[in-house]
């Protein structure tokens, strides 16, 4: 069988009536779009003290903001809450120059603050793009049947995932994807819910890797996830060009990476058969809110798929590494065992779904022209990791946790209807979630110097009548960090050590935590009257101190890094963007990069 005669690839995405791509794009949802993202953009801007909104003399609650030229005004009312955190009324936000009322317009307002947002010539058309694509993903959204936070609170695991509309709490342009045309965002974007097969590669052993943690080998493996008769039908899509099967590795490719990446850029290595296209794999995928992951939709008990994509999506070209993937499931094996042998972390529920198999494919040449930190050499690799559908018992469901802080059109916030669903107090299903995703990001920080990057859409939450039961931990080999310099670490570990200055550590929590997270948990129960902010922040205190009760042997690192100091520093997310938007971090120095501006106050100083 010849190049020409194999099974054809999907062609690039399914296509529409040109005029049917951009149906969403009406002038109300438009408008609808900017005007939350406005919000947005006035909350977090002022949050991070990009701007600084003045009171109005006459009305309270009432704060304008003024463009760098002085003549355009924006005016809100808006209520400041716990970690400056200001809750703007959507409604009450109005735009006017020289007196005239003029239209809430996104791009405008970028280019009006430019100045104060710090935008430069070289980041404002790039940044540009990534907010038209984002408001033009929330016309999308207001396109389909709005399920109310009462009803999503009900609803499957996918459903939840795909029912989100906001994306990250803190970063205005959360949902760039740039490289992304109008036809692949509705097949791939995790809201649109479209179903994705995967493409396969057979990568040459010479140039690809495959590692896997302990008790998994290659070819079962294979057979598990892809089934035996389409590992029978790659393995004679090979032998009828003459090539030999066990030569290869296969590799799961995100068609867009295929269609407008490897078929180009890795041109050389598919002309000389060190890479070769096998096909589309027979189940169907889910894009998850991370976009690259996928969820298998035709086998739940499956694996999840991550695979590389060279998209810009906040702040990074979203690609995997090679290198990176050869340590990726001793890793996770590493951190399970951890978990298995400390008392403390099983009391709690804890779990991880592991990273359990990865494969990696090297250019030799973009190796030789590049630096390890290059989206060049994270153009194709894969992992794959478990899936926590299987870990349920009976009564329990799955919803991730990033979905606590979404709001419906109504007004109203999943946690908030998970609250109602359990039947408990407020402060009693807090403390029940607190245990179990709070308490084990403490130990694991004073016991062990190890931090994650725990916002919302790195946790499932396993719940039970509305009730949350444990907490998984996911996106681990990526994500974590041991920040003792002298920790004894398996040689495959090694490189999760990290360089973090001392009064940086506790910013692993207190800003992933409490203000990239519980700040909006707590605004949001604050607002809809289920809960008072000092009730929530005592909640916090009270977690903390169960947990120092706990493990008094560990006193002095409690004083050491002291969680109810009265103050920490203010790292602002958007200034990373604003400055860079397709590096937000240099990987070489993450701690070095930060944005610290001025302190805020600890929620739980004095509690």
């Known amino acids: 069988m010849t190049l020409l005669t194999q099974p054809p690839l999907s062609p690039q995405p399914p296509q529409v009536p040109l005029s049917d791509a951009v149906a969403h794009l009406s002038p109300h949802r438009w408008a609808r779009a900017n005007r939350l993202l406005i919000r947005k953009a006035l909350a977090e801007f002022a949050h991070e003290r990009l701007i600084t909104p003045q009171p109005t003399a006459s009305d309270e609650g009432t704060y304008i903001v003024h463009s760098d030229d002085g003549l355009t005004r924006y005016r809100f009312t808006a209520t400041r809450r716990a970690l400056d955190h200001w809750q703007v009324d959507a409604e009450s936000i109005t735009r006017s120059r020289d007196g005239a009322e003029l239209p809430l317009a996104a791009l405008d307002f970028f280019i009006e603050l430019r100045k104060s947002l710090g935008l430069s010539d070289q980041v404002l058309p790039v940044y540009l793009e990534e907010i038209s694509s984002t408001l033009s993903g929330t016309c999308y959204k207001l396109t389909k049947h709005r399920l109310t936070s009462a009803e999503l609170a009900t609803s499957g695991f996918q459903e939840i995932e795909t029912g989100m509309t906001e ?100 041109a050389a290595e598919i002309a000389r058969k060190h890479l070769v296209c096998l096909g589309e794999g027979d189940d169907e995928y889910l894009a998850q809110q991370s976009i690259r992951t996928f969820f298998n939709r035709s086998a739940p008990e499956k694996h999840y798929v991550k695979t590389a994509l060279s998209v810009i999506n906040m702040g990074f070209m979203r690609g995997l590494s090679a290198a990176y993937m050869e340590a990726t499931p001793a890793i996770n094996d590493w951190l399970a065992q951890l978990i298995d042998n400390d008392p403390l972390l099983r009391s709690t529920g804890l779990s991880i779904i592991r990273e359990r198999a990865a494969v990696g494919y090297r250019h030799l040449e973009y190796e030789a022209a590049t630096d ?10 894969a992992l794959w990791r478990e899936s926590p559908v299987s870990s349920l018992r009976d009564g329990e469901s799955l919803a991730t946790m990033a979905s606590l802080v979404h709001v419906d059109h109504e007004g109203g916030s999943i946690a908030a209807a998970l609250i109602e669903r359990s039947g408990l107090p407020p402060v009693e299903w807090l403390r029940r979630y607190l245990r179990a995703y709070f308490t084990p990001l403490l130990h694991s920080f004073y016991a062990y110097d190890l931090v994650f990057m725990p916002h919302g859409e790195n946790v499932i939450l396993v719940l039970k009548d509305g009730a949350v039961e444990r907490a998984i931990y996911k996106d681990i080999a990526e994500e974590i960090a041991v920040m003792d310099p002298e920790a004894v670490l398996p040689p495959a570990v090694e490189r999760l050590r990290v360089d973090v200055p001392e009064d940086k550590k506790l910013l692993s929590l207190f800003t992933d935590v409490f203000d990239c997270f519980f700040r909006f948990l707590a605004a949001n129960l604050a607002s809809e009257g289920v809960l008072a902010e000092t009730d929530f922040w005592q909640a916090v205190a009270d977690c903390v101190r169960d947990y120092q009760a706990a493990t008094p042997e560990l006193a002095d690192k409690f004083e050491q890094y002291d969680l109810f100091a009265p103050e920490f520093a203010l790292s602002c997310l958007n200034r990373l963007q604003l400055r860079d938007n397709e590096q937000m971090v240099d990987l070489a120095d993450p701690a070095g990069a930060l944005q610290l501006i001025g302190n805020l106050k600890n929620p739980i100083a004095g509690l």
């Open 372 to 381: 390890r930190y290059s989206p060049y050499r994270k153009m194709l690799a």
């Open 167 to 266: 994306g990250h709490p803190c970063f205005v342009a959360n949902n760039g994807r740039l490289g992304f045309g109008i036809h692949e965002y509705l097949s791939y974007a995790p809201e649109t819910a479209s179903p994705v097969r995967l493409v396969w590669l057979a990568a040459h052993r010479s140039r690809a890797a495959f590692t896997a943690g302990v008790g998994i080998e290659y070819e079962s493996f294979l057979r598990s996830e892809l089934g035996k008769e389409t590992v029978d039908r790659f393995h004679g899509t090979l032998r009828d060009q003459d090539l030999d099967p066990a030569d290869y590795l296969f590799i799961p490719v995100h068609p867009w990476q295929w269609w407008n990446k490897l078929t180009v850029t890795f």
